[in-house]
């Protein structure tokens, strides 16, 4: 009830904005909405949102299992953290588009350099988070683990991992709004499609409408998969915390 | 399962890198099935040599032997549940192929039965203990270590645990090594007591008890818990003095 709420002030705001500054700067409503069915229609929107969606979900899983695996590592072995950090602090603070330009100059306009280079870009801040999650582990159930001579695999899944889910979820959250932000760059920047190939399109056309169109598309995607998915998964991780009365 | 202990020397370095030894010449032997119980004051070493003797601490010297394979069921000072398993898995997690029938009767004796499915923290202290105590029987352990296992639990229940423990003692026969600083506990669980004197810990005495458990009575605790006041107390005068 109150996000529809929030929703119809939005739609009321970006209405009255439109009649305020005129449909050439900012169309309203209706005609966005006339856009959205048109490139419906053709097929085109529903292509370039799949093309952007597994882009993002090559990119997204490359970077959490290597930034996961990483973060481990440099939190257990306290060699691998010094060798590592230098390299973390630059990725960490390299802007998303030296990354990008880098790969399309080095690897060709090709798609493994636009996912590769999206996934470098998320990286790090899963190996940071993950890597702070392995620090703080309990060693008491470690101890607990080694004297009941739980089998590694068997004590890795059951003492070592539920540690590090919130961790993880907390890198999948926030490494995740950012790949949705990166992989339009990407692609405005060296790809035939996709949302940010098209957005570019209508930028250099001045066509705002159509730039509405696929951008309010996308965020209605990323709305959905973030209540459909990840919050689900959050609930599900946090199941045996007792309920905050 | 005999077990042989002999450590030489263990010490920690603090913080500030002073080396402090914390167990000195410390040795003994438990015959199968014995139950050894140590009693000393906190902050001794127990917990320490409980560390060693069950493998998790390397970085001493001297040897502590026991078969190799040898399963070992250890009930630590907290009760160390993992927080996202329930009861029952927790107690599966270490005892994988644990008979159904025989975990439903210790979880009987224990008085669990209510709480196999809730998660730890639900529990109270005094649960979560038992709870640690199913963890370390469900295994059937060769050798069990129990490191406070009735510490800040109220008189009533601690009696009642003890006594859970002791029949669980008898019907699993394991050699079992029991820390303690109550002296009661000790007199009333143990096969073999042995005194424990400041840091660094050393064995001041070792007091076999030659009466069954079961058959102990209240008078000759009493004769026991006096014989180890007097023997601790020298303990106390000899470091005053």
Known sequence: ?245 | MQLEVNIARKAFTNAAGERHDVLADFNFALGSGEVGVFVGPSGCGKSTMLKIVAGLDHDYQGGAAYPAGARIGMVFQEPRLLPWRSVDDNVRLAAPKVDDEKLSALFAVLELTAHRNHFPGELSLGLARRAALARAFAIEPDFLILDEPLASLDDALAVRLREQIATLVDSRCATTLLVTHDVDDAIRLGDRLFLLSHRPARILAELPIRTPRSARSEAEIAAIKADVARRTNGDRAERDA
């Open chain 1, 1 to 245: 009830m109150l996000r529809l709420l929030s929703f119809t002030v939005f739609l009321a705001t970006w209405w009255g904005a439109a009649l305020l500054a005129g449909g050439e700067k900012l169309p309203p409503p209706p005609a966005v909405l006339a856009a959205i069915v048109a490139e419906a229609d053709s097929g085109a929107l529903f292509f370039n949102l799949g093309v952007t969606l597994a882009r993002v979900a090559l990119a997204f899983t490359l970077a959490m299992t290597l930034g996961a695996a990483i973060g481990y590592l440099m939190g257990r072995v306290p060699l691998a953290d010094r060798l590592g950090d230098p390299w973390l602090i630059v990725l960490l603070n390299l802007p998303a588009l030296v990354v990008i330009v880098l790969a399309y100059i080095w690897a060709g306009l090709t798609e493994v350099a636009a996912i590769a280079a999206i996934a470098i870009n998320k990286l790090p801040i899963a190996v940071v988070t993950v890597r702070e999650g392995t620090r703080v582990l309990d060693t008491a159930l470690d101890e607990m683990a080694t004297v009941f001579a739980v089998p590694r695999w068997r004590a890795f899944r059951h003492v070592i991992l539920p540690q590090l889910a919130p961790y993880i979820a907390t890198a999948a959250r926030s490494g995740l709004s950012l790949v949705w932000k990166i992989v339009l760059v990407a692609e405005l920047l060296g790809r035939p499609n996709g949302v940010g190939f098209e957005i570019g399109v209508a930028f250099q056309l001045f066509d705002i409408t159509r730039l509405l169109a696929y951008s309010l598309t996308f965020a209605a995607v990323v709305l959905v998969i973030e209540t459909v998915l990840v919050q689900p998964f959050e609930i599900r991780l946090s199941r045996w915390r007792p309920r905050a009365a």
